[in-house]
């Protein structure tokens, strides 16, 4: 499965905005999908995931009231709102499809993962 994802860009601390991450074809309804963060000299970390059977979305604790993870696997496509976002919210921001039935917060649970948005925020 091939993604792609963007609308990273230079904002503001207190700024939104959308991440959208679309699928080049169809994914099983089984699957999920997330969102990851890697900022420079950290290791990539959850960011928030979605299932597709059950429609439960994660987060992780430090974006769950400011971030909303939304989509769908008909419409191929998943989005990311991001709101207030900070200074510490700077990083590369990659979409993957979990295939998996592990944690929605661990890396190894997904097995397509698209190239990545960089989203800066300035204090």
């Known amino acids: 499965v091939q993604l792609q994802a963007c609308g990273g860009g230079l904002v503001q601390a207190g700024d939104s905005l959308r991440l959208s991450c679309a699928a080049y074809e169809r994914i099983s309804k089984n699957y999920g999908m997330g969102w990851f963060r890697q900022a420079p000299g950290k290791e990539r970390e959850f960011v928030a995931a979605?299932?597709?059977?059950?429609?439960?979305?994660f987060y992780q604790d430090s974006v769950k009231d400011r971030f909303l993870i939304s989509g769908d696997n008909a419409e191929k496509t998943v989005f990311l709102q991001m709101n207030s976002l900070k200074p510490e919210d700077t990083a590369v921001y990659y979409c993957a499809v979990r295939v998996y039935s592990g944690s929605y917060h661990s890396t190894n649970q997904y097995s397509y993962w698209g190239r990545g948005t960089l989203v800066t925020v300035s204090s």
């Open positions: 979605i299932s597709f059977s059950s429609s439960n979305t």
